[in-house]
């Protein structure tokens, strides 16, 4: 199956986090659960340049994208995507940007909590302001595509 498929774009829709799996340069595995957006056939994921996840990627680019549908049907799926990651400095295109405030920051339903914990804007500030290397991005471009059950 591949991720221009309806079925997996109607999944990945439904979808807020993936867990990203990526390998360390010892060959360890790793996995951490990051925001992501589908722009131009490719997957987006927020992380900085030096992250776990962004070091990982720069050793070894064959990553593991498990996705879970939090909205609507399909709880007892999972969806693997195998992919081959990029790790970029700075910030993501414009396009992008867009799609991730969109999803995170603007959507109606995040607005509300968004609004709600407006207070805490500055620990949310501070938090990312931590970020060794600064911004960055991870680019995946899919591959093979499988839905899992989940046990």
Same mark, same amino acid.
């Given at each position: 199956?591949?991720?221009?498929?309806?079925?997996?774009?109607?999944?990945?829709?439904?979808?807020?986090?993936?867990?990203?799996?990526?390998?360390?340069?010892?060959?360890?595995?790793?996995?951490?659960?990051?925001?992501?957006?589908?722009?131009?056939?490719?997957?987006?994921?927020? =992380?900085?340049?030096?992250?776990?996840? #962004? *070091?990982? %990627?720069?050793? &070894?680019?064959?990553?593991?994208?498990?996705?879970?549908?939090?909205?609507?049907? &399909?709880?007892?799926?999972?969806?693997?995507?195998? #992919?081959?990651?990029?790790? &970029?400095? !700075?910030?993501?295109?414009?396009? %992008?940007?867009?799609?991730?405030?969109?999803?995170?920051?603007? =959507?109606?339903?995040?607005?509300?909590?968004?609004?709600?914990?407006?207070?805490?804007? *500055?620990?949310?500030?501070?938090?990312? #302001?931590?970020?060794? !290397?600064?911004?960055?991005?991870?680019? %995946?471009?899919?591959?093979?595509?499988?839905?899992?059950?989940?046990?």
């Amino acid at each position: 199956m591949l991720a221009t498929d309806a079925r997996v774009r109607m999944f990945l829709e439904r979808s807020s986090i993936v867990q990203v799996a990526t390998l360390s340069p010892k060959n360890r595995p790793f996995v951490t659960p990051l925001w992501f957006v589908l722009h131009d056939g490719a997957v987006y994921i927020t =992380s900085g340049y030096e992250s776990w996840a #962004g *070091r990982n %990627v720069q050793q &070894h680019g064959e990553v593991a994208l498990l996705f879970v549908a939090d909205r609507g049907a &399909h709880a007892d799926q999972v969806l693997r995507v195998r #992919g081959t990651a990029t790790c &970029h400095r !700075g910030f993501p295109p414009l396009g %992008v940007l867009w799609r991730v405030a969109m999803k995170y920051y603007l =959507s109606p339903r995040v607005l509300v909590v968004e609004l709600r914990n407006a207070r805490k804007w *500055r620990l949310r500030k501070r938090y990312y #302001g931590q970020v060794k !290397g600064g911004a960055g991005y991870l680019r %995946v471009i899919p591959g093979a595509c499988e839905f899992l059950q989940r046990p």
